[in-house]
């Protein structure tokens, strides 16, 4: 499986912003795709993971109402729009995919980088203030 991450850019505070990630070479419908960011000197945390069959998505806390994680199951597509942006949301966002019987398991209690094993490449999102 290929990950490829687009949407990245300069953008003001409280302004939005919609990255998206494609997947190719699927072959299973069992997956969870997650997106992680990280941040000038801190590590990479996710914040925001869906899977594919049911749609159920999931959030860290410090993004809940802000991030929204949607998917085009028809396109293998995976969305982060993000509105009220704030400059400590500047970071490099990457996406990742695992596959599971129970996707859901990728994405709880936390959104985990080591449950991934296929990373796409990043996409850097600046929010000037």
């Known amino acids: 499986v290929q990950l490829q991450a687009s949407g990245g850019g300069l953008v003001q505070a409280g302004g939005s912003l919609t990255l998206s990630c494609a997947a190719s070479g699927v072959t299973s419908g069992y997956y969870a795709i997650a997106w992680f960011r990280r941040a000038p000197g801190k590590e990479r945390d996710g914040v925001a993971c869906i899977t594919s069959s049911s749609g159920s998505a999931y959030y860290t806390d410090s993004v809940k109402g802000r991030l929204t994680i949607s998917r085009d199951s028809a396109k293998n597509t995976v969305y982060l729009q993000m509105n009220s942006l704030k400059p400590e949301d500047t970071a490099v966002y990457y996406c990742?995919?695992?596959?599971?019987?129970?996707?859901?398991?990728?994405?709880?209690?936390?959104?985990?980088?080591?449950?991934?094993?296929?990373w796409g490449n990043g996409t850097l999102v600046t929010v000037s203030s």
């Open positions: 990742a995919a695992d596959w599971a019987p129970n996707a859901g398991s990728k994405c709880r209690p936390t959104i985990d980088r080591r449950r991934f094993r296929s």
